[in-house]
């Protein structure tokens, strides 16, 4: 029985994989771990969920009465819009669980490891998928109490898991890029708050655009947020699709090109302070 | 390969980094043999953590070579990194994780398998006192804890060299006593460490060499006792009531020097052998039938090492900016 603390023999150190396949280990290790704080960090668990079902509740009973919508009701209006405000506030997790990485020191000790250390970003923006889709189903279920009354199909319910993910993955990558930009816990929360509010609110997720002022209404219609929300409202109560599905796709996309590779710069370069 | 001599595992030449304007580090020079301590001694802001980060391949220094197994940490960065260890001034470890889970996390980084990682997390749990504690998340850990666990978290791989950047830093002094014994036990199994630290007593109970390191240049580098010599052993001071004591004491001891503080007289006398050579001194003073007040045992600080070496205090500016 060997009692030292360095009695393993070099050789036996790290078996050699491809890069690929080392890579593909790293991120899984790194995803489970960002997994796990999910259900340990109930706090922020609770106040992801709380949050929206009392807005919806707000929007449904207090506010809902005095917007028109036109031929939809308003719940069935409200649905789509309450869900990707929480997708975006919950993406800004990643920026959270970044900053904290950088503050505590955990970046330094894996850019000090042989690995594909940017994993760790791989692995918060897989947790804000799992904790979208997770709040995304409580949601629907309150909603449906409340006389929301989707007419999608099987289909169409793939169609929006698809939209709510790809919208998830692209502000996640977003947010660690503000995760990594900000100065420290504190300015992350407030620059989060900053970013989504406008372009939640200034959109068409709790009134039509119609009724905004003109600049406004510019903005609220050709922001991300809105083309997202649209193309999930017609798919779950059959508003008209018109060219939101691409418009959704396009910019997604065009963030995710973009912020994939902004956040791998800027990782690069990030040492703890 | 970028090969120097073998015998060295950590070799620095001319190592220079700016911060834009600020120059932290200005030509520093080091180097420690394969199973060597060195401590790294210095205050806030002499360059001790930049000089770990760009070993550790964390930074790219504006110039100078540095080499970690004869690998350039710049161009063979990768290589560096599989064989090294590093412990931060703060614990980074993973709060919302178990100890367990942490230590686990680290070796399956390192590819050492499932299996092979929650061997060593035992393993490690045991060697670090943290049994109990590994099944809980760190979150509940306290300070000593959490920087056990930092350690064990940067051997998991058996690195052959470790950075130990203040280990002890803000510990109370149970904990740093338990960190020194971990410490210890490391240089035992043969590992090469650069420890850097604010604390003489610290470097001069663990390294086999201490560098003094002043504006990101080494101003002094020796043994613990090459470096007293320079600064001056432990003191002994004796208080008197009258003058005349003194004078007495001085005379019968045969060293030492009078100092006169307010109304007080004090001899002080340099202590070269420890317990014994204190206690001789006692029995002669008091064996001549002098009173003394009283007595007191003064060891050099770093403030002492400072004040000879540079003919300034360490805890001055660059202290009081470096703190908030």
Redesign the interface.
Known sequence: MN??????P?EE?????SAFV?GF??SF??I??SL??IF??MDQLLSIVMQPIMFMLLFRYVFGGAIDTGGTSYVNFLVAGILIQTAAFGATTTSLSVATDVQ???I????????LSSAVLTGHVVADLVRNVLSSIVMIIVALFIDFRPVASFTDWLMILGLLLLFTFAFSWLSAVIGLLAKSVEAVQWFGFVLVFPLTFASAAFVPTETMPKYLRIFAENQPVTHVIEAMRALMVGTPLGNHGWATLIWCLAIIAICIPLAAHLFRNK??K | MATTSTKNSIEVKGLKKNFKDLKVLEGLDLTVPKGKMLALLGPNGAGKTTTV?IL????KPTGGNAYVEGFDVVKDS??V??L?G?T??????????TGE?NII??G??????LEESTR?AKK?LE?FDLVDAGKR?AKTYSGGMKRRLDLA???V??P?VLFLDEPTTGLDPRSRIAMWN?IE??M????TILLTTQYLEEADKLADRIAVIDHGRVIVEGTADELKAKVGSDRLELVFSRPEDADKALKINGSGSIVEQDDRHVLVIPIEGGVEDVKKILDTVSGANIAIESMSIQKPTLDDVFLRLTGHAATLEQAESAKS
Request: net charge positive; proline share 2%; no cysteine.
């Open positions: 009692d030292t603390l360095l009695s393993i070099k150190n790290a078996k050699h994989h080392s280990s790293d290790v790194l489970q771990r796990r704080h340990r960090n505590r020191g955990i330094d000790r894996l850019k000090s490891l042989p690995i040492v703890s | 980060r550790s391949t964390l930074l990768r290589k990194r599989s090294i590093l931060g001034q703060y614990a980074a470890i993973d709060e919302y994780l889970e996390m680290m399956r980084l390192y590819h050492l398998g060593r490690l060697q998340i978290l940067s051997l791989a058996t052959p971990v036990r490391l035992k199994d043969g590992a």
